[in-house]
T-cell receptor, first 109, second 116 residues
Framework: GQQLNQSPQSMFIQEGEDVSMNCTSSSIFNTWLWYKQDPGEGPVLLIALYKAGELTSNGRLTAQFGITRKDSFLNISASIPSDVGIYFCSSGNTGKLIFGQGTTLQVKP | GAVVSQHPSWVICKSGTSVKIECRSLDFQATTMFWYRQFPKQSLMLMATSNEGSKATYEQGVEKDKFLINHASLTLSTLTVTSAHPEDSSFYIC????????????FGQGTRLTVV
C-alpha cells in the first residue's frame, strides 16, 4: 500500500537552532499537509501544499512540495521551547489521507 | 474557522460494553470524515473513511462490525466500539474534510478509551 517515509524519527536540538524534516513516498500525490501534535491532543494543521514546487511559509515554518510530487520538507527556523511536539507529514489525492511515522522534536532551552 | 469537536475526550468502560464517540464539525459541512487510531508514540492509523449518507469504507484489517461508523449528517459522525475489550484501549481521533473539493482535513481533540 501507499506509505510515507518520514525522517528523522526524532530530533533533540538547542533553542534557536533551525530544524528540517522531510517525507518521501513512492507514489505521486497532489496534496501535502504538515501537522503538529501535542501529547493527548489531536494534530493541528500547520501548512498545506497543493502544487508541485510550491513553497509556503507560516511564521517560522516553511514547507515545500517537491517537484516530483513524491516528497516534501518542513523547516522550522529559530526554534523555541513551544515547538516541542510530534510533527507529521500527510498526503493523499482525492480520497483518504495517509500519515508519516512522525518526527519527535525536543528543544533544549 | 475549521473547528472539529470530538466527544468525549476520555472514557473508561467495562469489557463487553459499547462506547460511542462523536465527531462534529462546528463551522463547516464535512462531506468526508476519517477515523484514526493511535498507539503511544506511533503514527495515526486510518481505520475508516465515511461520507455523509453512505456506508463507511474500512481499511484492511479493521472489523466493521466492531467499529460501527455512522455519518448521518454533514456535521456529525459517530464511532461506536462494540463489545469493547482491553485491547481496544487506544487514542481515537477523527478528522473532517469540507465540501467543494477541499483537500485539507482538520482534527478533533481525540478520545482516550480505556477498557477495564
Amino acid at each position: 500500500g501507499q506509505q510515507l517515509n518520514q525522517s528523522p524519527q526524532s530530533m533533540f536540538i538547542q533553542e534557536g537552532e533551525d530544524v528540517s524534516m522531510n517525507c518521501t513516498s513512492s507514489s505521486i500525490f497532489n496534496t501535502w499537509l504538515w501537522y503538529k501534535q501535542d501529547p493527548g491532543e489531536g494534530p493541528v494543521l500547520l501548512i498545506a501544499l497543493y502544487k508541485a514546487g510550491e513553497l509556503t511559509s507560516n511564521g517560522r515554518l516553511t514547507a515545500q512540495f517537491g517537484i516530483t510530487r513524491k516528497d516534501s520538507f518542513l523547516n522550522i527556523s529559530a526554534s523555541i521551547p513551544s515547538d516541542v511536539g510530534i510533527y507529521f507529514c500527510s498526503s493523499g489525492n482525492t480520497g483518504k489521507l495517509i500519515f508519516g511515522q512522525g518526527t519527535t522534536l525536543q528543544v533544549k532551552p | 474557522g475549521a473547528v472539529v469537536s470530538q466527544h468525549p475526550s476520555w472514557v473508561i468502560c467495562k469489557s463487553g460494553t459499547s462506547v460511542k464517540i462523536e465527531c462534529r464539525s462546528l463551522d463547516f459541512q464535512a462531506t468526508t470524515m476519517f477515523w484514526y487510531r493511535q498507539f503511544p508514540k506511533q503514527s495515526l492509523m486510518l481505520m475508516a473513511t465515511s461520507n455523509e449518507g453512505s456506508k463507511a469504507t474500512y481499511e484492511q484489517g479493521v472489523e466493521k462490525d466492531k467499529f460501527l461508523i455512522n455519518h448521518a449528517s454533514l456535521t456529525l459522525s459517530t464511532l461506536t466500539v462494540t463489545s469493547a475489550h482491553p485491547e481496544d484501549s487506544s487514542f481515537y481521533i477523527c478528522s473532517a474534510r469540507g465540501s467543494g473539493g477541499s483537500r485539507e482535513a482538520f482534527f478533533g481533540q481525540g478520545t482516550r478509551l480505556t477498557v477495564v
